[in-house]
C-alpha cells in the first residue's frame, strides 16, 4: 500500500502542507498507531523482485527541521536501537514516489538487501539511480564495528550506512519494524550495533523431525530479531536427519535431503545468518549405532549404555569422522558444533572398573596415569583435527571438557556452556579462568525442552527479559564482568526429549516470546528501558 493525501489537487503549495501536517501527525507526536494493512510483506530469500512502477513524486515535506516538529523520539523495535540522536522534523514513511537505491560502488554488494526491504515495503528497487526526495539508500561506508550502521532520517529520505553488508542489512530490519509499529521512522539519527557477535537459536532435528519450510520460516523471524546463528543438532539416538553419501544407511526414513539443506543454507546467508552443524559424539550416536551394532559401548556387566559409541574402536572414529568429512562442505559457515556430552561412560562412578577396555585404550594412550577421560578428551581433540583444515571455529558442550587428566582439550575449542548438573560440574569462571571463550547456552533460561522432562520447565520471555544477560552462564548468577569480552554470545535451543508432546506451529508459537527476549538481551544486555508489558505490546507490533 501506498501512502498518499485524498482530494482534490489544488495546487503544489496546498499539497506541501498537507503532507507535512499529516506526516506531523503520524511521525512526531509519539503516536503508536500501526500501519495500514499491507504497508509491510513478509521477508523474502533476498531474491530479485520485479520493480514496481509508481507515479511521479509528491512534493517532499519541508526539507529544514523547525520547531514545527516536537523533538522525535527513538524508532520502536526489537531488539531496541542503541542510539539515537532526536531531531526536529517530519520523519518518514513511504510515499508514492519513495523507491530504494544503492551507492553504484557498492550495486554488487547490496543489491540483495535494497530487493528485499523495497519488497517488504512494497516500493520499486531503482538499482544505482540517483537517490530522489523520500527515497531510502544504502551503502557501505565508516569504521564502526561488525554490524553496525548508522541510519538517518533527514530532509525527507533514509540513508543506512554500514561498515559490512550485515550491519546494512540490520539497518534495514530496524526501518521494517519501525514502519510496521508505527507507520513511519522519526527524524534524527540512529546508531547501532551488537554486544555480542555471536547470537543464535539451536534446534535439536534429529529427535523430531522439522520440514525445510518450517526451518526457514524460523531463519526469516531470527533474521528481523537480527540473529545471526541457526545451529542444527541433526544426529542423535532417535534419528539422524540429514541424507548421506558416506553412510546412507543411518540416515532416518524422514530426513531432509541435501538440496534442502542447501537450500535452507543459502537461504540463511541472504539474510546474514550462519547455519551451525552438530553430529554429537561420543554419545548421542544411538541412531548410527543401530546400522552398526558393532559400535556399541558395552559395560564389563553387559550393559549396553543408548547411544553411546565404543572409543576404543578404531571403527567408531573412522565412521563419525567419514561423516565430518562429507557434511563439511555442505555447511560452509565458520563455526561447527563437535558436541562431546553426556558420554555415558564419564557418568559412572568408576568409569576405569566400568569400562575396562576403555582404561586399556586410556594407559595404552597416555601411559600409567592414563585414565577414561583422557581417552574421551583425545577423541574430542582428534574430531577438531578433522574439522580445523575446513578453517571452521570449533565448540564442543562444557560437559565435554574435563580437569585432571593428562591431557586436556585443544585451546582453540569454544566451550557450549549448558549446564552445571553433570557429574563434576565444573563453573564457568572455571573455563573462563583459564582463557576459554563461551558461549551462553544456560539451561534454565534458554532451553525449551519438549514435554519438560527432567525437572525442565518451558522458559518464558519474562524471565529472560527481566533476569538474564550473557553474563549468566549458570542458575541466575553473572560471573564478573572482567570476563565479559570472553562470551561470545548466546542461543536458544529446543530439545526433542519427548518429540511428540508439541507439533511444529506449537514449537514456533511457545518459542515466539522467549526467542524476542533472548535477541533483545544479546543486542544489548543492560537492563531494559521499557516493562515487559510494554516489550510485549511492542513485539506483536513489529512481529
Known amino acids: 500500500m501506498r501512502y498518499s493525501i485524498r482530494g482534490p489537487r489544488r495546487g503544489p503549495a496546498l499539497l506541501a502542507a498537507a503532507v507535512a501536517l499529516a506526516t506531523v501527525a503520524a511521525c512526531s507526536n509519539g503516536s503508536s498507531a500501526g500501519p495500514p494493512a499491507g504497508t509491510v510483506g513478509t521477508a523474502s530469500t533476498g531474491a530479485s523482485s520485479p520493480v514496481v512502477s509508481s507515479p511521479p513524486p509528491s512534493p517532499p515535506p519541508s526539507p529544514t527541521p523547525t520547531k514545527t516538529y516536537p523533538l522525535s523520539k527513538a524508532p520502536q523495535v526489537v531488539p531496541a536501537v542503541l542510539a539515537h540522536r532526536a531531531a526536529r522534523g517530519p520523519g518518514w514513511k513511504p510515499g508514492p514516489g519513495t523507491g530504494v537505491v544503492v551507492a553504484e560502488k557498492d550495486a554488487f554488494a547490496l543489491a540483495d538487501e535494497a530487493r528485499l526491504i523495497a519488497a517488504e515495503l512494497r516500493v520499486p528497487y531503482r538499482g544505482t539511480a540517483a537517490a530522489r526526495p523520500g527515497d531510502v539508500s544504502l551503502a557501505l561506508g565508516g569504521s564502526g564495528a561488525a554490524e553496525s550502521y548508522t541510519l538517518t532520517v533527514r530532509d525527507g529520505g533514509i540513508r543506512i550506512t554500514g561498515p559490512d553488508q550485515a550491519g546494512v542489512f540490520y539497518g534495514t530490519r530496524t526501518l521494517k519494524q519501525s514502519v510496521r509499529s508505527t507507520g513511519a521512522m522519526p527524524e534524527g539519527v540512529v546508531t547501532d550495533a551488537p554486544a555480542k557477535p555471536q547470537r543464535g537459536l539451536m534446534v535439536d532435528i534429529a529427535r523430531k523431525y522439522y520440514t525445510a519450510d518450517w526451518i526457514e520460516g524460523r531463519l526469516r523471524e531470527m533474521a528481523d530479531l537480527k540473529l545471526n546463528q541457526l545451529g542444527l543438532h541433526f ?90 568429512r562429507e557434511y563439511a562442505g555442505l555447511f560452509p559457515g565458520a563455526y561447527w558444533n563437535l558436541g562431546g556430552d553426556e558420554y555415558v561412560a564419564l557418568m ?8 575396562p577396555q576403555l582404561a586399556r585404550a586410556a594407559t595404552a594412550r597416555y601411559g600409567p596415569s592414563g585414565r577414561v577421560q583422557d581417552l574421551a578428551t583425545g577423541w574430542l581433540n582428534d574430531r577438531a583435527a578433522v574439522v580445523r583444515p575446513t578453517g571452521k571455529a570449533m565448540r564442543a558442550w562444557n560437559d565435554g571438557f574435563f580437569t585432571g587428566g593428562v591431557t586436556s582439550a585443544d585451546k582453540d575449542l569454544q566451550v557450549a556452556y549448558w549446564t552445571g548438573k553433570e557429574i563434576g560440574a565444573r563453573t564457568p569462571v572455571s573455563y573462563l579462568s583459564a582463557g576459554r571463550k563461551m558461549i551462553n547456552y544456560n539451561d534454565k533460561y534458554l532451553y525449551y525442552v519438549l514435554g519438560q522432562p527432567n525437572q525442565f520447565v518451558y522458559p518464558t520471555g519474562r524471565l529472560i527479559y527481566e533476569q538474564w544477560t550473557p553474563l549468566v552462564l549458570r542458575g541466575s548468577t553473572p560471573v564478573p564482568a572482567r570476563y565479559d569480552p570472553q562470551i561470545l554470545g548466546g542461543s536458544f535451543a529446543i530439545w526433542g526429549d519427548l518429540p511428540n508432546a508439541q507439533t511444529q506451529a506449537q514449537v514456533a508459537a511457545g518459542i515466539r516470546m522467549p526467542l524476542t527476549a533472548t535477541a533483545q538481551k544479546l543486542w544489548d544486555a543492560r537492563k531494559p528501558a521499557i516493562s515487559w508489558a510494554a516489550f510485549q505490546a511492542l513485539a506483536a507490533r513489529v512481529r
Open 348 to 355: 559412572s562412578k568408576n568409569p576405569e572398573a566400568t569400562y
Open 235 to 324: 544426529s542423535d539416538d532417535q534419528g539422524f536427519r540429514i541424507a548421506s553419501d558416506t553412510h546412507p544407511e543411518v540416515v532416518s526414513q524422514r530426513h531432509l535431503s541435501k538440496a534442502e539443506v542447501r537450500r535452507i543454507v543459502q537461504l540463511a546467508a541472504s539474510l546474514h545468518i550462519t547455519v551451525v552443524p552438530e553430529i554429537d559424539s561420543p554419545g548421542h550416536l544411538g541412531a548410527v549405532i543401530a546400522a552398526h551394532p558393532d559400535l556399541q559401548l558395552v559395560s564389563a556387566t553387559g550393559r549396553a549404555p543408548r547411544g553411546a559409541v565404543d572409543i576404543s574402536k578404531p571403527a567408531s572414529a573412522r565412521i563419525v569422522d567419514e561423516l565430518l
